[in-house]
């Protein structure tokens, strides 16, 4: 019974949030959580996760929010930036704590703004439908420090519907038609993580705090004929305008014995973003 009251809640936080950059997600070091909720017994438990079980589920959810995304734009668009929120739902198979493939599927809520002829134009969007998957894999352990190098590289289509498209400030003036909103984006980013025990009470408390640098670029095409003028307003194909940024994080369990963790992520340069997720292992 507990299992299925778990997975409900896990599916019902997948709908509360609405997204667009790639999170890196936490879990820069793919060997915890160490211990499976649905082991039933706590010696079974350890054994099966230490020795048995090679191959490992994991379920988790992530919440973003971009508060801004700078484009590189040619022809006449020009300040071309993305705001919005997401949140995904991610399922991934861990192999012997080296090799992590993923999927994500979420929803997004996004806003493209640029400046095209004069004017300000901005594209709202509805919630819709995104789907992404990746990798991530274990380069290196260095025994005397317990530092992990980590490489996570994955890809995210987007494709929403408008909601609403302004010029110059005025909805009605925009009127849109063939509308496309599809944006398409990669990153690659390498971790390093260290893991750490903070005894508090008779509770002991563990914390992985990584940081790393992420490369990373987008192909944003947004575009929509105004009715009546028939002019044409396009963000063009736009681009990250920077593709090399940072990223901090921290992954936190209640215990060694715990099977489920915390994560925040916050990144920098190439994007303003933040990020809350949880990840559970069954």
């Not at 950059?21 to 010696?43: H, N």
């Not at 909103?181 to 390093?192: D, P, V």
């Not at 990144?267 to 559970?280: D, K």
Request: some cysteine; aromatic content about 14%; glycine content about 8%.
């Amino acid at each position: 019974m507990r299992k299925y009251i778990v997975m409900t809640v896990i599916f019902s936080l997948f709908f509360v949030g609405t997204s667009f950059a790639l999170t890196v997600g936490g879990q820069a070091d793919m060997s915890i959580p160490e211990t499976s909720f649905f082991s039933k017994d706590r010696a079974v438990e350890d054994t099966l996760d230490s020795y048995e079980a090679d191959v490992k589920v994991k379920a988790g959810f992530d919440v973003e929010f971009i508060s801004e995304k700078n484009l590189k734009t040619s022809f006449e668009t020009t300040k071309a930036k993305i705001e919005g929120q997401n949140a995904n739902l991610k399922f991934s198979m861990n192999y012997s704590d080296v090799l992590e493939p993923y999927v994500k599927i979420g929803t997004s809520d996004l806003k493209v703004k640029w400046e095209q002829n004069g004017y300000d134009v901005v594209v709202d969007t509805k919630p819709g439908f995104v789907l992404g998957g990746g990798i991530k894999a274990k380069l290196w352990e260095f025994a005397s420090t317990g530092i992990k190098l980590t490489i996570d590289g994955q890809y995210k289509d987007t494709q929403l519907d408008f909601d609403t498209a302004e010029v110059g400030g005025s909805t009605s003036f925009a009127s849109a038609t063939s509308e496309t909103f599809n944006i398409k984006e990669w990153q690659i980013s390498l971790l390093a993580s260290k893991k750490y025990i903070f005894p508090i009470g008779a509770q002991n408390y563990y914390a992985v705090p990584y940081m790393g640098l992420t490369c990373s670029d987008s192909d944003v095409n947004v575009h929509f004929t105004q009715s009546g003028t028939e002019l044409v307003y396009s963000t063009y194909n736009a681009g990250d305008k920077n593709t090399i940024g940072i990223v901090l994080g921290c992954d936190m369990m209640p215990s060694l014995m715990s099977w489920y963790l915390f994560s925040f992520e916050l990144r920098l340069i190439n994007e303003t973003a933040f990020t809350l997720s949880g990840t559970a292992k069954f």
